[in-house]
């Protein structure tokens, strides 16, 4: 993680806009319930998910480079910590990813450095919820 503590605040009020990396149609999985609570609090995203579905009206996409551009600067990420490498290599190839947030209890050192020398910002291991309720 590269980003400070004192820093998640900022980043979370600069980038209103995000993808939600695998943004599940299950109601009980943190990938539902975390974009749900980030769109009733003013946040606007769009998210990633192998199979089509429909949830809560979230527009869903295959893959990263579907999704509009303004909407890939900040990717949410709700991926086992071994699949962050090939998350990381897609944010790299398809460029623009400014902030990838690997949310609790994900985290990949391997992954998370080649992203930040790619000059991405990484926070990984937090909880968008968690971090809303704390500054906002």
Not at 40 to 52: A, I, L, N, R
Not at 54 to 76: C, H, Q, W
Not at 111 to 134: F, P, Q, T, W
């Amino acid at each position: 993680m590269n980003v400070a503590e004192n820093e998640i605040k900022s980043v979370m009020e600069k980038y209103k806009k995000f993808a939600v990396y695998g943004l599940s149609p299950d109601p009980t999985k943190p990938s539902h319930y975390v974009p749900l609570y980030m769109r009733d609090h003013g946040w606007e995203m769009v998210g990633t998910y192998p199979k089509p579905h429909e949830a809560n009206g979230f527009t869903i996409y295959k893959s990263l480079v579907e999704i509009p551009k303004e909407y890939r600067k900040f990717i949410d990420v709700f991926r086992a910590s071994e699949k962050i490498p090939e998350v990381v290599d897609e944010a790299i190839a398809l460029g623009g990813v400014e902030v990838l947030w690997l949310q609790l209890g994900i985290r990949n050192a391997e992954a998370e450095a080649r992203a930040e020398k790619a000059g991405i910002k990484v926070v990984s291991n937090r909880c968008l919820i968690i971090e809303h309720k704390k500054f906002f």
